[in-house]
């Protein structure tokens, strides 16, 4: 009892140690076992922080008949506080008289890191919330000027292709001859600055449709218009490059006529970009473009032969600029 490493004791009902080991004495800041016992008339008024707490634990050891475990505070001798693990049970004494034995093992190095550590959590806490307040703040910040972004560029849609298409339209004077003779050389910078010009209208303006769309500006026509007509159409418009690079396009459509009723340019627009990526990424084979009407749904393919698109870029596909 003596060399054990925890504070061992025996007391009364009445709240007075009967034994204690000199481990005992040490935690309550007493010299010696005897001076603990002899000076300490109420365990639960002298010694717990909270007197009341003494009641329960032995009205718990009363109810058990075996040792009960709780975490107590403690008050020492001098008036400092301990936290430590009690356990006890109740057993019957020499004299019939039932007792309380038990012992006291120091845990307050243990209290203080589970503080510690709460007050971490607490301030880690603080620090999430004020940083997820910090980004929310942010992304509406970053929200309305994208949104300011796609208000600007859907409105600027005028003054950023005028240039562009006076530099097109006077390139094409020039190259026909109609504002003077050119050289066969000249002829062909020239067309080189109105290829250039032609791509970067084309870019500004998907740039332009997509500010549009964010912007909530994207108005669509309702108009009637036949499908048939818009596939020839492409295929008009991309046949030089077709040629060109050798890759026949193969036109696939059950019906001769395909009336709908909705933005024909948007249609356009639509199967011209796919039909053009088709061309652009294949070097031998074939393009096709298949349309079929059914009852009140139109399905439209287009296949090519060329690299396709590996699995893991699938998910980019509806990206903007991807």
Known sequence: VEAAPVGI???????????ANSRLAALYHFESAEELVRSVTHIGGDLFVNPAKRGEIVRRARESGS?????????TKDGSRFWANLYIRMTPGENGESVLEGFVEDITERKRAEESLREAHKALERRVEERTA????????LTELDRLKSQFLASMSHELRTPLNSIIGFTSLLRRGLTGPVTEEQVKQLAIVHS??????????????VSRIEAGRADLAREPFDFAEVVKEVTRSLQPMAERKGLPVIVE?????????????RTLQVLLNLVNNALKFTQKGTVRIAAAASENMLRVEVADTGIGIKPEHLGMLFEAFR
């Open 9 to 19: 004791f025996r007391s009364n009902l009445d709240g007075r140690f009967v034994s």
């Open 196 to 209: 250039s010009a032609s791509h970067l209208l084309r870019l500004i303006n998907d740039l332009l449709d």
């Open 253 to 265: 459509m059950a019906q001769p006529s395909i009336p709908m009723l909705g933005d024909r340019g």
């Open 134 to 141: 910090e980004l929310l703040a942010a992304n509406e910040r």
């Open 67 to 75: 040792f009960i475990q709780d975490e107590v505070e403690y008050r």
